[in-house]
């Protein structure tokens, strides 16, 4: 029993997202409860390009896509071997390549995913407490664990923070539904 509340526990702070009927703000930006009225943060710029690509320069790196090769982007979270909160943005396209771009943030004592107290203050009703928070139930909840869950073909790139990553979701969004491309820049 103290195995399956724990393993709830570390379950319960994640969300599944999904890209049907996400609605967009006036930026086009697509609103979550994450970054539904979030500015980007002043370290990022985003402006639209002539070209029909996509362009993020971070500092690990450069990504470069044509609009017309993305298939699908999504922005989802999880917890990773039970101690690391991730939310990750990923850009499908159709070559054979995967691009993800995750912040992530330590489940600790201190952490606003430490779900132990949350779950101690009602743990008669934890479970259902659980799906009412994520929006799904807790058994569906993606459960990753490194490497095996790492795959081959995957380009990644950490961001430092998730507001960075929100903007980043809101550039790529806005490129790939307008059709008009867009350079994001992380400073």
Same mark, same amino acid.
């Given at each position: 029993?103290?195995?399956?509340?724990?393993? %709830?526990?570390?379950?319960?702070?994640?969300?599944?997202?999904?890209?049907?009927?996400?609605?967009?703000?006036?930026? !086009?930006?697509?609103?979550?409860?994450? #970054?539904?009225?979030a500015e980007p943060p002043? #370290?990022?710029?985003?402006?639209?390009?002539?070209?029909?690509?996509?362009?993020?320069?971070?500092?690990?790196?450069?990504?470069?896509?044509? %609009?017309?090769?993305? +298939?699908?982007?999504?922005?989802?979270?999880?917890?990773?071997?039970? +101690? %690391?909160?991730?939310?990750?943005?990923?850009?499908?396209?159709? !070559?054979?390549? %995967?691009?993800r771009f995750y912040f992530i943030e330590p489940i600790s004592a201190d952490s606003k995913f430490n779900v132990v107290q949350r779950l101690q203050a009602s743990l008669g009703k934890a479970q259902e407490k659980a799906g009412e928070y994520s929006g799904t139930k807790v058994d569906e909840l993606a459960q990753k664990t490194y490497p095996h869950t790492t795959h081959a073909k995957t380009i990644e790139y950490r961001i430092l923070t998730e507001q960075e990553l929100n903007a980043l979701f809101g550039?790529?969004?806005?490129?790939?539904?307008s059709g008009k491309g867009r350079t994001f820049r992380i400073r």
């Open positions: 029993m103290k195995v399956y509340l724990l393993l %709830l526990a570390l379950a319960l702070p994640v969300t599944a997202q999904t890209n049907a009927g996400r609605q967009t703000n006036q930026n !086009g930006q697509a609103n979550n409860s994450n #970054n539904q009225n002043e #370290n990022t710029s985003d402006e639209e390009n002539k070209k029909r690509r996509w362009h993020a320069f971070l500092p690990g790196g450069a990504y470069h896509v044509g %609009l017309g090769s993305i +298939t699908a982007i999504s922005k989802h979270s999880y917890v990773l071997d039970g +101690t %690391l909160y991730v939310s990750e943005v990923t850009i499908d396209t159709t !070559g054979n390549s %995967l691009a550039s790529v969004y806005r490129a790939w539904d």
